[in-house]
Each structure stands twice: as structure tokens, then as C-alpha cells.
């Protein structure tokens, strides 16, 4: 029996496992080895780290865990979970099964590009999602947007105010755009091509969008901000509450609806919040809030067991 099941080796679960090491908690981190960001090869807004390669970081983080002899990293990826509060079940891809008494999900969520060849190949690349983490990369350069969703057309606004002078936005096929979209793209000199994507070929610097019509345009960087799903259904499997936009719900600890499970990165948020952020240094910072918090549990229900017991 562990104290705690950490589902995901990111960096929220691994920052979860160091706290509960220091804490001399019997921790199990079990990690698939997916990282949303593994085609990426810098991370950013992260003090000391900005520009580091987030593989090296994680292999870091996998390397300081080594020092605490009560975690466990394990590889591998964890099929379904069950029980409740001081007796969870988790089983694991090659049968294995493994109890908690806590159990923390870290598991993250997957982009899914549109469907458009060569798109997915160069997400990370030439073709980014987020202009926190790539906009300053990108400055000046001539810029595309692909997306049909009227509501992230307004990223195509953004990169126009703050990153570039040239920015036209693919809408793949959707033809009109809310007035007030088209309004605040046109005020920022944004150009609107509506005719559906056929194929993304090229690299950063010369990336190229061809059309079904036959026409072509040529980018130094586009931008494409992909439809997500959870990257695991264990907290629905749980029984924890998930909102409208697939995400764990969580409250400011870090702990979902369900007594003695907590959730941390991108896989959950707040309700008030519009989205789950997916920058590493939030993502490290919620691992660790949940864990503190999920630490001080086990101590008060370790302190109420040794109260039954001395009574008894």
C-alpha cells in the first residue's frame, strides 16, 4: 500500500513527487512517457529555465527523485482506477495492479490538429499553439493562423497587436466570421482567407499553406491552436466531477470532488477559470500545492487513527 499514487511524470506530477519524498511518503509516479509538449524543444516564462529543452527538464526532475528512497518511477501507463479514500486500486497496461491510500492525476491533455495533411507533423516546429510561448520567438516575421473556430480567430488579433505586421488568418472553409471578429481583425490590418487548408508542407521560416483552390502561402511560422481531449479517463472513472470543457474540476488545494483524489497541470482547473493553462512553471506549481495539501490530509488522518487507536 502507498501513501500516494501519482498518475503522470510530467512536470506537475513530478514536482507532486518530490514534495510527498521529502515528506517520507511511499510514493508510486507512474508515467506513460507522452508529454504534451514533447515536440517542442524549448520552454519559456519559466525563471532560470527560459529557452531550456523541456526533455532535459523532466530527466532532471526524474534524476532528483532518485535522492528520495520512498518514490518510485515507474514507466508505464494506468488503464483504469477504482476504490475510495485510503484504499485505491489502480491497474497498470501490463496487468499489474498497485493500492493508495491517495492518488494524485497528472495525466495532462493531448492536442488534436485539424485533419489537414502535414499540420500535425510540424505542431511544435513551424506550427505553434501559444503565443505566451512562441510569440517573442516569432517577432516581426510574416505570420498564419489556421482556424475554424470564430472564437480563436481572435489569436490571429493578438499576433497582429503584439508580435507582427503581417498576419493573415486561414479560416479552413468557414466563410463569415461574427461582426465583431471581423471588425477587430480588420482594425488590425489582419487579412482573411477562407478557402479550406489542403495541405501545411515546409519548415520554420518557409511554411506553406496550400489551398484546395490551388493557391499557396508562404509563412515563416503559423499558428494553430488545436482542439484538446483528456489524455486519460481515470477521473471520470474516479467519479470526479468534470466540466463543460473536459477538464477535472479542482478547488484552489488542488483536490477534486472526490475525497482523497487530487488533480494538477492541464488536466484540471478551477471552475472560474476560462482555461487550464498549459505553461510548465504552472503546471510544476499546481503539483506542488496539491501535494502539500494532500500531505497534510494524510497527517491529520494519521493523527486521528493514532487518537482512535490510543482510545480503544
Not at 489582419?190 to 511554411?207: I, S
Request: charge should be negative; glycine fraction near 10%; aromatic fraction near 6%.
Amino acid at each position: 500500500m502507498y501513501d500516494v499514487i501519482v498518475v503522470g511524470g510530467g512536470p506537475a506530477g513530478l514536482s507532486a513527487a518530490l514534495v510527498f519524498g521529502r515528506q517520507h511518503r511511499r510514493t508510486l509516479v507512474v508515467d506513460g512517457g507522452r508529454p504534451r509538449n514533447a515536440p517542442a524543444d524549448e520552454m519559456h516564462m519559466m525563471l532560470s529555465r527560459d529557452g531550456f529543452d523541456p526533455a532535459e527538464l523532466l530527466a532532471i526532475g526524474r534524476s532528483e527523485l532518485a535522492a528520495y528512497p520512498t518514490v518510485e518511477v515507474r514507466r508505464g501507463s494506468v488503464v483504469s482506477a477504482g476504490g475510495a479514500i485510503d484504499d485505491f486500486e489502480v491497474t497498470l497496461a501490463d496487468g499489474s495492479r498497485e493500492r493508495a491510500r491517495r492518488v494524485v492525476l497528472a495525466t495532462g491533455q493531448v492536442d488534436e490538429p485539424y485533419d489537414i495533411p502535414g499540420l500535425a507533423e510540424r505542431f511544435g516546429s513551424c506550427v505553434f499553439h501559444c503565443p505566451y510561448c512562441h510569440g517573442w520567438e516569432v517577432s516581426g516575421k510574416t505570420l498564419a493562423v489556421i482556424s475554424a473556430d470564430p472564437a480563436e480567430a481572435m489569436l490571429a488579433g493578438y499576433l497582429a497587436d503584439r508580435f507582427s505586421t503581417d498576419v493573415v488568418l486561414c479560416t479552413h472553409g468557414i466563410e463569415e466570421l461574427p461582426e465583431e471578429v471581423a471588425a477587430h481583425l480588420a482594425a488590425r490590418g489582419v487579412k482573411v482567407d477562407t478557402a479550406p487548408v489542403a495541405r501545411v508542407t515546409g519548415q520554420l521560416e518557409e511554411v506553406t499553406v496550400e489551398f484546395s483552390d490551388g493557391r499557396t502561402l508562404t509563412r515563416q511560422a503559423l499558428f494553430h491552436k488545436a482542439p484538446t481531449r483528456q489524455h486519460a479517463l481515470l477521473a471520470a472513472e474516479l467519479g470526479c466531477e468534470i466540466l463543460d470543457d473536459g477538464t477535472v474540476r479542482v478547488d484552489e488545494t488542488g483536490q477534486t470532488t472526490v475525497p482523497g483524489v487530487a488533480a494538477a497541470g492541464d488536466t484540471a482547473k478551477l471552475p472560474g477559470m476560462p482555461v487550464a493553462t498549459t505553461l510548465v512553471v504552472l503546471g510544476a506549481a499546481d503539483g506542488v500545492r496539491a501535494a502539500v495539501w494532500m500531505d497534510g490530509g494524510l497527517f491529520r488522518a494519521d493523527l486521528e487513527s493514532a487518537a482512535d487507536g490510543a482510545e480503544r
